[in-house]
């Protein structure tokens, strides 16, 4: 889910040049939080208790 959101996010940006507010596909953005700070980004999902991120390079975290 979050690497989908994160191509959704950086295709947005492709084509329009801005960052959206919020993950541009309707059904990830139901799943994925997505939250801004200048020109990066961090996705957010939190699945069977554990929140997991993805930021703007791809780099994947996870914490309980």
């Known amino acids: 889910a979050l690497t ?10 492709k084509e329009t ?5 919020r993950v541009p596909l309707a059904a990830l953005d ?3 939080s997505m939250e801004r700070t200048g ?4 996705l957010t999902v939190r699945l069977e208790g554990k929140t997991w991120s993805i930021d703007q390079t791809g780099k994947l975290a996870g914490e309980e």
């Open 17 to 21: 040049g801005a960052w959206p507010d």
């Open 30 to 32: 139901a799943l994925v």
């Open 39 to 42: 020109s990066e980004y961090r």
């Open 4 to 13: 989908s959101a994160r191509a959704a996010v950086e295709q947005h940006f």
